[in-house]
Nanobody, 115 residues
Framework: VQVVESGGGLVQPGGSLRLSCRTSGFSFSLCAMSWYRQAPKKERELVAGISDTGGGTNYADSVKGRFTISRDNTERTVYLQMNNLKPEDTAVYYC?????????WGQGTQVTVSS
């Protein structure tokens, strides 16, 4: 299983970023996918999740209306579009794979929101 996140970086408040999580080595279309984040000295928290077909999504209250999770099962990739970013969104963002019998994580990508 390979999981590669990209798209993080430094952005000003109010800006946008699009994270990508490209995968290989498993049946992507059979697994739910999620984005988590972990800020310094805080616990890892769920940001957004999407079902295996993409028909169901869920979001943390803190990102509702600003972030959108999507997936392309042909490209084996899950995305997180982040708009109107705030300093409190600063964290390492992790891609999570949740299949029926196993789960795995990516290595994370840093998102920093600062002026």
């Amino acid at each position: 299983v390979q999981v590669v996140e990209s798209g993080g970086g430094l952005v000003q408040p109010g800006g946008s970023l699009r994270l990508s999580c490209r995968t290989s080595g498993f049946s992507f279309s059979l697994c739910a996918m999620s984005w988590y984040r972990q800020a310094p000295k805080k616990e890892r928290e769920l940001v957004a999740g999407i079902s295996d077909t993409g028909g169901g999504t869920n979001y943390a209250d803190s990102v509702k209306g600003r972030f959108t999770i999507s997936r392309d099962n042909t490209e084996r990739t899950v995305y997180l579009q982040m708009n109107n970013l705030k300093p409190e969104d600063t964290a390492v963002y992790y891609c999570n794979i949740q299949c029926r019998l196993w789960a795995s994580w990516g290595q994370g990508t840093q998102v920093t929101v600062s002026s």
